[in-house]
């Protein structure tokens, strides 16, 4: 839906008003509309970066994954794949499904950490328990593909370390936050 931005304009001044008393999921928002040029603002990454990390600083989940896109991606900042791990990670500590898939392609790919086909798997896994419909489907495949291969490099080791890591705390088919950060930390010392 294309609105005129003459129409925008209120609505947007409004944003921007919230946004600038510190409300986080106003910063989100305002954030992307520069990210993708919408409305009055024309596409600006580097102003993108600052809602973002307003918000994010706040502990808004959708705009530290953001963060995270573009730092992995250079986009208003240089490329900056640890710094990007790290707001994937913060993201992914509250559950979301986008931030954890991430994360198991940037160790999957050994992008800002040394490749683990183990812990890509487990990323991966708990981006399944966290999504439905397509993107369940999708990432399922993806986990799928990441355990052949990790199996072909090394299956007596991997399966061992991934068997340790994962034991008594993926029970259910979905995985609350507060235990994400547990199962990766127990493969770094498996």
Not at 30 to 55: N, S, V
Request: net charge negative; charged share 25%; proline share 3%.
């Amino acid at each position: 839906l294309c609105v005129p931005v003459q129409a925008q304009t209120p609505e947007i001044d409004a944003l921007r008003a919230r946004a600038e008393a510190g409300d986080a999921e106003a910063q989100y928002n305002l954030a992307f509309m520069y990210t993708a040029g919408l409305g009055t603002h024309p596409q600006d990454d580097a102003e993108a970066m600052r809602w973002y990390r307003l918000a994010a600083d706040q502990g808004h989940a959708g705009a530290q994954y953001n963060l995270g896109v573009m730092y992995r991606n250079g986009e208003g900042v240089l490329q900056d794949d640890a710094e990007a791990l790290r707001w994937y990670r913060l993201a992914a500590d509250q559950g979301l499904a986008e931030a954890l898939s991430n994360l198991g392609l940037l160790y999957e790919n050994g992008e800002g950490v040394p490749q683990d086909y183990v812990q890509a798997h487990i990323w991966t896994n708990l981006a399944v328990a966290q999504s439905s419909g397509e993107d369940r489907d999708r990432r399922e495949r993806n986990r799928d593909i990441i355990a052949v291969v990790r199996r072909r490099l090394n299956p007596i080791w991997s399966s061992h370390r991934l068997i340790t890591a994962v034991r008594g705390r993926l029970t259910s088919p979905t995985t609350s936050a507060d235990n994400l950060s547990a199962v990766v930390t127990c493969t770094t010392d498996c």
